[in-house]
């Protein structure tokens, strides 16, 4: 990724003055490059790039040669789900991903085996493709499903799961149990808040405690209790979760 702010013109002037030895002029050379990464690619890619060391697992699962025929059966067996549009643009994403390793790089294999240069570009075309939601790539942490798939024994199994894991009941839990460990949260007694993404509202909780402290966005800890996340706060979310830790009593 380069800007117009990448290479910094390098500072003019002269050496410091050291008794005995005389002032010389800097000598330099500054870097103008001929393109520029768009914007809007720049901007995409810094709020991504903390994706960049976690997401090499992942990748060598989705493009070994098992798992190329195992999402063509997925994108096989999609229609006849309960919810076939739940897992199609994670499924697009992922097949993008394969045709890349296949076709798109200079010696075409699993991210495994690629070279190191290669194995970069391919993170790279992860992240600037799929659906993403500020600093969240939306269609990689979804692909979290899609590599529990690639073990189910048979068509039958695999649609059984897939119609489980896209259930709003399972997937809301699902994605609220992630926020609990986003946010190191460890204690056994919560109230929790989850509700679908389609609705962009700024639902909150308000707890009240024995003493009479109300812990909410205002007020975020007393008593012992502490609301950990906040959701849609300034904008919709995809998953929209919160939760308040309490303590019995």
């Given at each position: 990724?380069?800007?117009?702010?990448?290479?910094?013109?390098?500072?003019?002037?002269?050496?410091?003055?050291?008794?005995?030895?005389?002032?010389?002029?800097?000598?330099?050379?500054?870097?103008?490059?001929?393109?520029?990464?768009r914007s809007d690619a720049a901007l995409r890619m810094e709020r991504l790039k903390n994706y960049?060391?976690?997401?090499?697992?992942?990748?060598?699962?989705?493009?070994?040669?098992?798992?190329?025929?195992?999402?063509k059966i997925m994108m096989e067996e999609q229609e006849k789900l309960q919810r076939p549009n739940?897992?199609?643009?994670?499924?697009?994403?992922?097949?993008?991903?394969?045709?890349?390793?296949?076709?798109?790089?200079?010696?075409?294999?699993?991210?495994?085996?690629?070279?190191?240069?290669?194995?970069?570009?391919?993170?790279?075309?992860?992240?600037?493709?799929?659906?993403?939601?500020?600093?969240?790539?939306?269609?990689?942490?979804?692909?979290?499903?899609?590599?529990?798939?690639?073990?189910?024994?048979?068509?039958?199994?695999?649609?059984?799961?897939?119609?489980?894991?896209?259930?709003?009941?399972?997937?809301?839990?699902?994605?609220?149990?992630?926020?609990?460990?986003?946010?190191?949260?460890?204690?056994?007694?919560?109230?929790?808040?989850?509700?679908?993404?389609?609705?962009?509202?700024?639902?909150?909780?308000?707890?009240?405690?024995?003493?009479?402290?109300?812990?909410?966005?205002?007020?975020?800890?007393?008593?012992?209790?502490?609301?950990?996340?906040?959701?849609?706060?300034?904008?919709?979310?995809?998953?929209?979760?919160?939760?308040?830790?309490?303590?019995?009593?």
């Amino acid at each position: 990724v380069v800007t117009d702010t990448t290479y910094k013109p390098a500072q003019e002037g002269w050496s410091r003055p050291e008794f005995g030895k005389a002032q010389e002029a800097y000598y330099h050379w500054t870097v103008f490059p001929s393109e520029v990464t768009r914007s809007d690619a720049a901007l995409r890619m810094e709020r991504l790039k903390n994706y960049l060391p976690q997401m090499d697992t992942r990748l060598a699962k989705l493009t070994t040669p098992e798992a190329i025929e195992s999402v063509k059966i997925m994108m096989e067996e999609q229609e006849k789900l309960q919810r076939p549009n739940h897992y199609r643009s994670v499924l697009d994403w992922v097949k993008g991903l394969q045709e890349a390793a296949v076709e798109g790089c200079s010696w075409p294999a699993p991210f495994e085996e690629q070279s190191v240069e290669d194995k970069m570009a391919f993170r790279v075309n992860a992240l600037m493709t799929g659906r993403v939601q500020g600093s969240t790539h939306l269609d990689f942490h979804q692909a979290e499903n899609i590599v529990d798939f690639l073990t189910e024994p048979s068509r039958e199994a695999l649609r059984a799961t897939m119609d489980q894991r896209s259930d709003p009941a399972y997937y809301q839990i699902s994605q609220f149990n992630r926020r609990l460990v986003e946010a190191g949260v460890t204690s056994k007694h919560m109230i929790g808040l989850v509700w679908e993404g389609q609705y962009t509202d700024d639902l909150d909780i308000h707890v009240t405690t024995p003493n009479g402290n109300v812990i909410d966005f205002d007020n975020t800890k007393g008593d012992g209790c502490q609301l950990d996340f906040d959701a849609n706060v300034n904008q919709g979310e995809a998953n929209p979760a919160e939760n308040v830790s309490v303590i019995p009593g």
